[in-house]
């Protein structure tokens, strides 16, 4: 586990048991169902308006080549480090990206503000400053450098770790005070002890390769990173509760979050060797500092090395001042090639995400990184123009949807097409929904998307494979696929059409008896009065004496009130 990194963690630590734990979120009431009208025009907004990327705000002090990276890619760029909170919401009105390192706070209010607000870019690995559920209740993506300051966070560690063994800052304080104390700072070999390193990602396993160097043991723990990978690196992965009596040394290098919180406490303290020492560059407040400071006046803990703390900096300085607590007020990424490094990762991240390149470092939106992929974007437009599709003719966005892949090509697709089709579900809502937003959202509307998969696809989609959408609970599912690169429906209710029809902006969907021309012939002169015109056609098979229509259009038609009284239902809809 990364320090500080949620990105791809759904699961954490607990603190008594070691279990995984998911990550909870914010509840609220499902939102009503919404109201059939006749015609309607209805349709999901963009995935995200990627092309629209032109001014960042960097708020915080970066390395001049994150500004240079970002105008040399056609970025207007403002640069104001150190703007108070007055300051900052009215700078952030009209910005489409923002910048940060550690100072500046985005929290619920500055998302508010930020009214063009697409994107949050840390310049670093953890994102504590950024509340990441309300940007992604609004849908602006964050991301951050997870690899930016990982070297340097670690050899900050293995520092502290040494000089915990040689008392190394005090002996040199007391040379400055005109002493001479060689007893007094009597030291020990790192030689044969046991370290462990609690979260095993970039910079917990950079620590441990380091520290074996030493000739020290590594024993582990990570929720995520299995026992076989991490003896790829020589750490040998323990329960918790193996841990605590078997280890010299402890490093910890977790995110902050509720079951990481006071990892190392009164409970884990007793149940260590006596003279433990504890290292801690990750966050403030996985070491309960209470418990700390009583570990080491009572000598269960013989040292501590500190770089956070849980308020920065601390006003109660009797840890600080604890004459066996090592400090350093967060310098975890401060070196300069740290710096420059995040600087240029987060620039260049955002410049690839505004010339629609790819993404990367994404903290609450993997989904969105799919979309960049030219294989992967016409069946995240399917699955959307599925979602909406299905809405229209179920009349309703809450209850249960099912997303069904079928084929081989299809395996892995559900993890980004379930958002795609929660965003058909829920548009034409007055919040945007993206793909960063749509499975919150969902939740809170009342409506819970599940995927299942077969690799067995029916002729002739075979080897590309289909995605059916099912309304549970109701006749209605739809079901299509991607022809070259376009989306078309292949089934509806049950009833299939004889040419798939392309699900392409706008279209007019009506259901009417199989033995009546008179809808057709309505519509055209409709489409005549209106100046539009028809530009394809597609008809389904009869179900109980009735058939689907998909008629693409030029224009969308403002009055459909000719066309009523010769069908069952009509629908406009449009795609994006």
């Given at each position: 586990?990364?320090?500080?990194?949620?990105?791809?963690?759904?699961?954490?630590?607990?603190?008594?048991?070691?279990?995984?734990?998911p990550?909870?979120?914010?509840?609220?009431?499902?939102?009503?169902?919404?109201?059939?009208?006749?015609?309607?025009?209805?349709?999901?907004?963009?995935?995200?308006?990627?092309?629209?990327?032109?001014?960042?705000?960097?708020?915080?002090?970066?390395?001049?080549?994150?500004?240079?990276?970002?105008?040399?890619?056609?970025?207007?760029?403002?640069?104001?480090?150190?703007?108070?909170?007055?300051?900052?919401?009215?700078?952030?009105?009209?910005?489409?990206?923002?910048?940060?390192?550690s100072?500046?706070?985005?929290?619920?209010?500055?998302?508010e503000?930020?009214?063009?607000?697409?994107?949050?870019?840390?310049?670093?690995?953890?994102?504590?400053?950024?509340?990441?559920?309300?940007?992604?209740?609004?849908?602006?993506?964050?991301?951050?450098?997870?690899?930016?300051?990982?070297?340097?966070?670690?050899?900050?560690?293995?520092?502290?770790?040494?000089?915990?063994?040689?008392?190394?800052?005090?002996?040199?304080?007391?040379m400055?005070?005109?002493?001479?104390?060689?007893?007094?700072?009597?030291?020990?070999?790192?030689?044969?002890?046991?370290?462990?390193?609690?979260?095993?990602g970039?910079?917990?396993?950079?620590?441990?390769?380091?520290?074996?160097?030493?000739?020290?043991?590594?024993?582990?723990?990570?929720?995520?990173?299995?026992?076989?990978?991490?003896?790829?690196?020589?750490?040998?992965?323990?329960?918790?509760?193996?841990?605590?009596?078997?280890?010299?040394?402890?490093?910890?290098?977790?995110?902050?979050?509720?079951?990481?919180?006071?990892?190392?406490?009164?409970?884990?303290?007793?149940?260590?060797?006596?003279?433990?020492?504890?290292?801690?560059?990750?966050?403030?407040?996985?070491?309960?500092?209470?418990?700390?400071?009583?570990?080491?006046?009572s000598?269960?803990?013989?040292?501590?090395?500190?770089?956070?703390?849980?308020?920065?900096?601390?006003?109660?300085?009797d840890?600080?001042?604890?004459?066996?607590?090592?400090?350093?007020?967060?310098?975890?990424?401060?070196?300069?090639?740290?710096?420059?490094?995040?600087?240029?990762?987060?620039?260049?991240?955002?410049?690839?995400?505004?010339?629609?390149?790819?993404?990367?470092?994404?903290?609450?939106?993997?989904?969105?990184?799919?979309?960049?992929?030219?294989?992967?974007?016409?069946?995240?437009?399917?699955?959307?123009?599925?979602?909406?599709?299905?809405?229209?003719?179920?009349?309703?966005?809450?209850?249960?949807?099912?997303?069904?892949?079928?084929?081989?090509?299809?395996?892995?697709?559900g993890?980004?097409?379930?958002?795609?089709?929660?965003?058909?579900?829920?548009?034409?809502g007055?919040?945007?929904?993206?793909?960063?937003?749509?499975?919150?959202?969902?939740?809170?509307?009342?409506?819970?998307?599940?995927?299942?998969?077969?690799?067995?696809?029916?002729?002739?989609?075979?080897?590309?494979?289909?995605?059916?959408?099912?309304?549970?609970?109701?006749?209605?599912?739809?079901?299509?696929?991607?022809?070259?690169?376009?989306?078309?429906?292949?089934?509806?209710?049950?009833?299939?059409?004889?040419?798939?029809?392309?699900?392409?902006?706008?279209?007019?969907?009506?259901?009417?008896?199989?033995?009546?021309?008179s809808?057709?012939?309505?519509?055209?002169?409709?489409?005549?009065?209106?100046?539009?015109?028809?530009?394809?056609?597609?008809?389904?098979?009869?179900?109980?004496?009735?058939?689907?229509?998909?008629?693409?259009?030029?224009?969308?038609?403002?009055?459909?009130?000719?066309?009523?009284?010769?069908?069952?239902?009509?629908?406009?809809l449009?795609?994006?």
């Amino acid at each position: 586990m990364r320090d500080g990194e949620t990105e791809a963690r759904t699961r954490s630590f607990s603190a008594a048991e070691g279990q995984q734990q998911p990550l909870g979120g914010v509840r609220r009431e499902p939102a009503p169902p919404s109201r059939a009208v006749h015609p309607r025009l209805v349709g999901p907004a963009p995935a995200m308006a990627l092309g629209k990327l032109q001014k960042v705000l960097i708020s915080d002090s970066l390395d001049p080549c994150c500004r240079e990276i970002l105008q040399a890619g056609g970025l207007r760029v403002q640069e104001k480090p150190g703007l108070s909170k007055e300051e900052l919401l009215r700078e952030i009105r009209d910005c489409d990206g923002l910048i940060v390192r550690s100072a500046t706070k985005v929290t619920a209010e500055v998302l508010e503000a930020a009214e063009r607000l697409k994107v949050v870019g840390r310049a670093g690995t953890g994102v504590d400053n950024v509340d990441v559920e309300a940007a992604t209740r609004k849908g602006v993506l964050v991301m951050n450098t997870p690899t930016g300051n990982s070297l340097s966070a670690a050899e900050l560690t293995c520092g502290m770790i040494l000089c915990l063994a040689r008392q190394i800052p005090q002996a040199a304080a007391s040379m400055k005070e005109g002493k001479w104390d060689r007893k007094k700072y009597m030291g020990m070999e790192l030689n044969g002890k046991t370290l462990a390193v609690l979260g095993l990602g970039r910079i917990g396993r950079e620590v441990a390769t380091r520290m074996q160097a030493f000739g020290m043991k590594t024993i582990g723990y990570d929720p995520i990173i299995t026992p076989d990978v991490s003896a790829t690196f020589g750490v040998e992965q323990l329960p918790l509760e193996q841990i605590w009596p078997r280890c010299d040394f402890i490093t910890v290098h977790t995110p902050l979050l509720p079951s990481t919180t006071g990892l190392l406490n009164d409970s884990t303290f007793a149940k260590c060797r006596r003279g433990v020492q504890v290292v801690n560059c990750a966050r403030g407040g996985i070491v309960d500092e209470g418990a700390l400071l009583r570990a080491l006046q009572s000598g269960q803990c013989g040292g501590a090395a500190l770089d956070v703390f849980t308020q920065e900096p601390p006003k109660d300085r009797d840890l600080v001042n604890h004459p066996n607590v090592i400090s350093c007020p967060h310098l975890g990424a401060s070196t300069w090639e740290a710096q420059s490094r995040c600087g240029k990762e987060i620039a260049m991240q955002i410049v690839d995400m505004a010339t629609g390149k790819g993404l990367t470092g994404v903290v609450n939106g993997q989904a969105l990184s799919k979309a960049f992929a030219p294989q992967t974007k016409p069946w995240i437009a399917l699955a959307r123009a599925l979602g909406t599709v299905l809405r229209t003719v179920g009349k309703q966005v809450q209850g249960s949807v099912q997303v069904c892949t079928l084929g081989t090509p299809l395996k892995e697709a559900g993890s980004y097409l379930t958002p795609a089709v929660a965003t058909g579900m829920l548009a034409g809502g007055t919040q945007e929904v993206t793909l960063v937003n749509a499975t919150l959202l969902a939740q809170e509307a009342g409506l819970k998307v599940t995927t299942t998969h077969s690799d067995v696809a029916p002729e002739p989609d075979s080897s590309t494979g289909l995605v059916q959408v099912s309304l549970q609970g109701t006749p209605h599912q739809v079901t299509g696929t991607v022809q070259g690169s376009t989306p078309v429906l292949r089934q509806i209710n049950g009833a299939t059409f004889k040419q798939p029809a392309p699900l392409s902006s706008p279209l007019l969907l009506y259901r009417a008896k199989a033995s009546d021309p008179s809808a057709l012939a309505t519509l055209t002169g409709l489409l005549s009065k209106a100046g539009a015109q028809l530009l394809s056609y597609h008809s389904s098979s009869s179900v109980t004496g009735e058939q689907w229509s998909i008629v693409g259009l030029s224009a969308p038609l403002s009055n459909l009130s000719e066309l009523k009284p010769c069908v069952t239902e009509v629908f406009q809809l449009h795609l994006l």
